[in-house]
């Protein structure tokens, strides 16, 4: 399988250090950053693209005609081959076997997490163990269990470095009672960068559980090895390993628990055949039972594209290069001081990098300690063409941890209060939401990070938030 010709070994053949390679990469492949002033810090959001792979899809569109892949039309020939080709690449930037492991498209991770949610067969007797550090795509899975009454089991995590407490997970798994259980779990999180290890595949499956390995937030820096760890389900993003495509993602399955799952539902494209009158349909025997309708079969073999270009960087680089950074944003922010020497930055996760990847998640502290409104840090930021990432994350397990929310403070009034933030954080009696969230990439450099803990420095040194709601700007 030939490699697309724009963007093939971007890095791989030159000598010099990986630093000096990207560094010449931010100024080549994505130049538009500096070109325009921008100072990009989120990446756990989403990767950004370099100019190859949109090149390569501009080329290859104005090259060809693709159809929809669901006949034999020569079109359709064109498109299935691009699609086909692209599961085999998957599948080789996971050194995954394609006879243990198959790739359904989807819209996004998110996609892939409901389509193992709605099909997995739990029952009464069954359990869902969870991290209580899951993107809220993964919480939603637990609406599907509690609907066909299995039990549903969050594993805490431990103040110091917010990662899941392992003997309470082992207690967790240990209680199934009959038939299998399904364990889901991020390689790292989106809220702190806490990466958890992956050697709790092989212990819940010790257990008789089915594994769901959230790598959205892993694979855009890590390499994960499919053929040394063995997860049932993997659910990616592309976006956010390479920018471009948006809507493409993956659901990465064992072909031996797909084999487990029952749909819901049928569609065109996941069938073999189908009656009206006769009230019955046959599920396609394949993975293409899980792809619903027409897959974007213009946008897929962009997934490709997107492949060849990290391969020819090398992921190992990509993960040295953000390790690196990674840890000089850390001792950056680490080393804030107000006047009086208190400390500037209240950070979330470890503080070195250990078991972590490059998401760094913190709250600004004002001269008397106070938390900033992270609403303030969203506006100053956008004010000065820095892209950063507020809130909770879609993580409200992470988020209510490093918040230290009490559980009783969560259950009744809080859901009824939660109809505005406002209100919700009246009765939590905090006085923000959530944190700062600062991710870095491929394309990141050192002058981000200077760039970025410059402007914490100079914004908020010795300012006093209003604790009225957002600070004034003349005051911060």
Same mark, same amino acid.
């Given at each position: 399988?030939?490699?697309?010709?724009?963007?093939?070994?971007?890095?791989?053949?030159?000598?010099?250090?990986?630093?000096?390679?990207?560094?010449?990469?931010?100024?080549?492949?994505?130049?538009?950053?500096?070109?325009?002033?921008?100072?990009?810090?989120?990446?756990?959001?989403?990767?950004?693209?370099?100019?190859?792979?949109?090149?390569?899809?501009?080329?290859?569109?104005?090259?060809?005609?693709?159809?929809?892949?669901?006949?034999?039309?020569?079109?359709?020939?064109?498109?299935?081959?691009?699609?086909?080709?692209?599961?085999?690449?998957?599948?080789?930037?996971?050194?995954?076997?394609?006879?243990?492991?198959?790739?359904?498209?989807?819209?996004?991770?998110?996609?892939?997490?409901?389509?193992?949610?709605?099909?997995?067969?739990?029952?009464?007797?069954?359990?869902?163990?969870?991290?209580?550090?899951?993107?809220?795509?993964?919480?939603?899975?637990?609406?599907?269990?509690?609907?066909?009454?299995?039990?549903?089991?969050?594993?805490?995590?431990?103040?110091?470095?917010?990662?899941?407490?392992?003997?309470?997970?082992?207690?967790?798994?240990?209680?199934?009672?009959?038939?299998?259980?399904?364990?889901?779990?991020?390689?790292?999180?989106?809220?702190?960068?806490?990466?958890?290890?992956?050697?709790?595949?092989?212990?819940?499956?010790?257990?008789?559980?089915?594994?769901?390995?959230?790598?959205?937030?892993?694979?855009?820096?890590?390499?994960?090895?499919?053929?040394?760890?063995?997860?049932?389900?993997?659910?990616?993003?592309?976006?956010?390993?390479?920018?471009?495509?948006?809507?493409?993602?993956?659901?990465?399955?064992?072909?031996?628990?797909?084999?487990?799952?029952?749909?819901?539902?049928?569609?065109?494209?996941?069938?073999? !055949?189908?009656? *009206? =009158?006769? #009230?019955?349909? $046959?599920? +396609?025997? /394949?993975?293409? %039972?899980?792809?619903?309708?027409?897959?974007?079969?213009?946008?897929?073999?962009?997934?490709?594209?997107?492949?060849?270009?990290?391969?020819?960087?090398?992921?190992?680089?990509?993960?040295?290069?953000?390790?690196?950074?990674?840890?000089?944003?850390?001792?950056?922010?680490?080393?804030?001081?107000?006047?009086?020497?208190?400390?500037?930055?209240?950070?979330?996760?470890?503080?070195?990098?250990?078991?972590?990847?490059?998401?760094?998640?913190?709250?600004?502290?004002? !001269?008397?300690? *106070? =938390?900033? #409104?992270?609403? $303030?840090? +969203?506006? /100053?930021?956008? %004010?000065?063409?820095?892209?950063?990432?507020?809130?909770?994350?879609?993580?409200?397990?992470?988020?209510?941890?490093?918040?230290?929310?009490?559980?009783?403070?969560?259950?009744?009034?809080?859901?009824?209060?939660?109809?505005?933030?406002?209100?919700?954080?009246?009765?939590?009696?905090?006085?923000?939401?959530?944190?700062?969230?600062?991710?870095?990439?491929?394309?990141?450099?050192?002058?981000?990070?200077?760039?970025?803990?410059?402007?914490?420095?100079?914004?908020?040194?010795?300012?006093?938030?209003?604790?009225?709601?957002?600070?004034?700007?003349?005051?911060?």
């Amino acid at each position: 399988m030939s490699e697309p010709p724009a963007v093939a070994h971007a890095c791989a053949l030159d000598p010099r250090l990986p630093t000096d390679l990207l560094e010449d990469l931010r100024a080549t492949e994505y130049g538009y950053l500096d070109t325009d002033g921008h100072l990009y810090l989120d990446y756990t959001g989403a990767g950004l693209p370099a100019d190859a792979q949109l090149r390569a899809h501009a080329d290859r569109m104005r090259g060809a005609c693709f159809g929809n892949p669901h006949t034999e039309s020569p079109t359709s020939r064109a498109s299935t081959e691009l699609v086909e080709q692209t599961r085999a690449a998957v599948l080789a930037f996971f050194n995954a076997s394609p006879q243990e492991y198959a790739v359904i498209f989807t819209a996004n991770a998110t996609g892939a997490c409901r389509l193992v949610g709605e099909a997995y067969p739990f029952h009464r007797g069954s359990r869902l163990v969870l991290t209580l550090d899951n993107h809220n795509s993964v919480n939603g899975i637990r609406e599907f269990a509690r609907a066909r009454r299995a039990a549903v089991e969050y594993v805490p995590v431990e103040p110091a470095e917010l990662r899941a407490d392992e003997a309470r997970l082992r207690t967790a798994l240990a209680r199934r009672r009959r038939g299998r259980g399904l364990f889901v779990y991020p390689a790292q999180s989106n809220f702190t960068g806490v990466q958890h290890p992956l050697d709790w595949i092989e212990l819940a499956h010790e257990h008789g559980y089915d594994v769901l390995l959230d790598a959205a937030a892993y694979v855009p820096s890590n390499r994960l090895d499919l053929s040394q760890v063995h997860p049932d389900f993997v659910p990616v993003s592309w976006y956010k390993v390479f920018g471009y495509p948006t809507g493409v993602g993956c659901l990465i399955a064992r072909r031996e628990a797909l084999s487990r799952l029952t749909r819901p539902w049928f569609a065109g494209g996941t069938i073999v !055949a189908a009656s *009206a =009158l006769g #009230d019955w349909h $046959v599920m +396609a025997a /394949d993975e293409s %039972a899980f792809e619903d309708g027409t897959l974007n079969f213009l946008a897929i073999p962009d997934v490709r594209t997107g492949l060849s270009w990290i391969d020819g960087i090398g992921i190992d680089v990509v993960h040295q290069h953000v390790t690196g950074l990674t840890a000089r944003l850390l001792g950056a922010l680490g080393q804030l001081r107000h006047s009086d020497h208190t400390p500037m930055i209240r950070l979330y996760g470890p503080g070195h990098t250990d078991r972590r990847g490059g998401t760094v998640t913190f709250n600004v502290l004002d !001269a008397r300690g *106070a =938390l900033i #409104d992270e609403r $303030v840090i +969203a506006r /100053d930021t956008a %004010a000065r063409r820095i892209s950063i990432r507020t809130g909770c994350f879609c993580n409200p397990g992470a988020g209510e941890s490093a918040l230290a929310i009490a559980h009783r403070t969560l259950t009744g009034r809080a859901r009824a209060a939660a109809r505005t933030l406002d209100d919700y954080l009246g009765l939590l009696g905090l006085p923000t939401g959530g944190a700062v969230r600062a991710s870095l990439g491929v394309a990141s450099n050192g002058t981000d990070v200077e760039r970025f803990t410059a402007f914490i420095e100079e914004t908020y040194r010795d300012c006093v938030a209003d604790t009225a709601g957002l600070a004034p700007r003349e005051r911060c």
